[in-house]
């Protein structure tokens, strides 16, 4: 699939910030079947040919714990609790924050993740009704303060995203298997919080084809190293 799109790359200039080799921290986020892993393996791999040391992650995931975390979070066969799934999935971060991504940002390491902070404000806030604030307060210790620099956000129509996924094989989980109407609120508390973060948060119109979506999302993370480089 990766390969396949190696041809939008050449957006990318060659040398793209190779002085300094500064850390970044960049997350792609979006509801269900925005698109977000296919996008992000496609820029890692754009960006290493550009020459780049990068690293790939995602949420609820990228740690031991994590992993062992998101089996339980996405199990359909497991009740739980709203603010239970928040704590699991806020555990999965805190350890994804210490044990990933802060030293490879420390390491010069153009770092994408797939899910972060934001999805939580919108799956747990938005999506399931939970205090934004407290969310915020949470999520901020889980994280110790680590921002995002950049996020692009793949923006769908809840039913585009859902019938790609169900075009894959799955044991179902927890929280995709819910209702449109839940999807849709996600999708709006992405929107909302695009609008609050106008300053890191660039909106993707993710009903394209993918090959766009890149194309797009390239220029935008190429304007931004851009634009870092030159101080503006
Ligand atoms: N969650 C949460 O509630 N709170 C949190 O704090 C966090 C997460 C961190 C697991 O996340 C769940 O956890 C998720 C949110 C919740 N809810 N669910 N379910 P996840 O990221 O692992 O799961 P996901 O969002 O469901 O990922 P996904 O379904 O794999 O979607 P995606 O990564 O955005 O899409 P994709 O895998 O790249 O593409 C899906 C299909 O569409 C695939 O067949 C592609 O080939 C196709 N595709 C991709 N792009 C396109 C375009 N542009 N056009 C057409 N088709 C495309």
């Not at 699939?1 to 910030?17: F, K, L, T, W």
């Not at 892993?37 to 031991?64: D, H, M, W």
Request: proline letters at 3%.
């Amino acid at each position: 699939m990766v390969e396949n799109r190696i041809g939008e790359c050449e957006s990318m200039p060659a040398e793209a910030d190779a002085a300094g080799e500064q850390g970044a921290f960049i997350t792609v986020e979006g509801g269900d079947g925005a698109g977000k892993t296919t996008l992000a393996k496609s820029l890692a791999e754009c960006l290493r040919q550009s020459g780049r040391s990068v690293r790939l992650t995602f949420e609820p995931g990228g740690t031991s714990l994590g992993t062992r975390l998101r089996a339980l979070v996405l199990d359909p066969e497991l009740e739980m609790g709203d603010w239970d799934e928040t704590w699991l999935f806020l555990a999965a971060r805190a350890s994804h924050v210490h044990d990933v991504l802060r030293p490879a940002i420390a390491n010069g390491e153009l770092v994408f993740s797939d899910r972060f902070s934001d999805s939580t404000l919108a799956y747990q806030g938005y999506g399931r009704g939970l205090d934004l604030e407290r969310l915020r307060r949470l999520s901020d210790e889980a994280t110790q303060g680590l921002i995002p620099d950049l996020t692009l956000l793949l923006d769908v129509p809840a039913e585009v995203g859902l019938a790609r996924t169900r075009t894959r094989s799955s044991d179902g989980d927890r929280i995709g298997d819910a209702d449109l109407a839940f999807h849709m609120r996600v999708n709006a508390g992405f929107r909302a919080l695009a609008l609050e973060h106008g300053e890191r948060i660039v909106v993707i119109d993710a009903s394209l084809d993918a090959s766009s979506v890149l194309l797009n999302a390239l220029t935008t993370v190429n304007d931004w190293l851009e634009a870092r480089s030159s101080g503006t």
